[in-house]
T-cell receptor, first 111, second 108 residues
Framework: NAGVTQTPKFQVLKTGQSMTLQCAQD?????MSWYRQDPGMGLRLIHY???????DQGEVPNGYNVSRSTTEDFPLRLLSAAPSQTSVYFC???FGPGGYTFGSGTRLTVV | AQRVTQPEKLLSVFKGAPVELKCNYS??????LFWYVQYSRQRLQLLLR??SRESIKGFTADLNKGETSFHLKKPFAQEEDSAMYYC??????????FGDGTTLTVKP
């Protein structure tokens, strides 16, 4: 039982590049979310999903896309990276609202 | 809109002293409230949820709907409690909002 697995752990992108942050969970959780963590700003919700095929926007969705084709996977796509997207990204999952299990995070730097 | 406020960014206490980390929320419906903890170089982990009314690592939190608060308390702080603490609110629609966090330092 691996829990929530995020890849990669570290990534450096150039401005304008695109990439996908991967998130997978093996706990059969319906709820999954993506957050970014910036110094002094806590965790801000980017996108979330309450089941396969269902996604919704959080507080800071601009510049990011998600899809949920399976229960296990919830990838986050950066369409055209900007320096403002430099952050630590966390994926989380749970059976119901809240009570999340978190991944170990992806540290992204956009230069 | 839902909002979680943690008024203290930093909190420092001595070992053995009581500690209270404040959390206030705003939400028009019936929220579920949680506390999460992030120790140095570790991932975020769930500490408490209000519906279970449990004590974890000596911490308790009571939901006060009148004051819209969910403060985290421990009667005797330990050095290993030093960490970042986040309060979070979740709705039935699956949206979870976190506060900005409080960094707790327990001095020897």
């Amino acid at each position: 039982n691996a829990g929530v697995t995020q890849t990669p752990k570290f990534q450096v992108l150039k401005t304008g590049q695109s990439m996908t942050l991967q998130c997978a969970q093996d706990m059969n959780h319906e709820y999954m979310s993506w957050y970014r963590q910036d110094p002094g700003m806590g965790l801000r919700l980017i996108h979330y999903s309450v089941g396969a095929g269902i996604t919704d926007q959080g507080e800071v969705p601009n510049g990011y896309n998600v899809s949920r084709s399976t229960t296990e996977d919830f990838p986050l796509r950066l369409l055209s990276a900007a320096p403002s997207q430099t952050s630590v990204y966390f994926c989380a999952s749970s059976f119901g609202p809240g009570g999340y299990t978190f991944g170990s995070g992806t540290r992204l730097t956009v230069v | 809109a839902q909002r979680v406020t943690q008024p203290e960014k930093l909190l420092s206490v001595f070992k053995g002293a009581p500690v209270e980390l404040k959390c206030n929320y705003s939400y028009s419906g019936s929220p579920e409230l949680f506390w999460y903890v992030q120790y140095s170089r570790q991932r975020l982990q769930l500490l408490l949820r209000h519906i279970s009314r449990e004590s974890i690592k000596g911490f308790t939190a009571d939901l006060n709907k009148g004051e819209t608060s969910f403060h985290l308390k421990k009667p005797f702080a330990q050095e290993e409690d030093s960490a970042m603490y986040y309060c979070a609110l979740s709705t039935n629609a699956g949206k979870s909002t976190f506060g900005d966090g409080t960094t707790l330092t327990v001095k020897p």
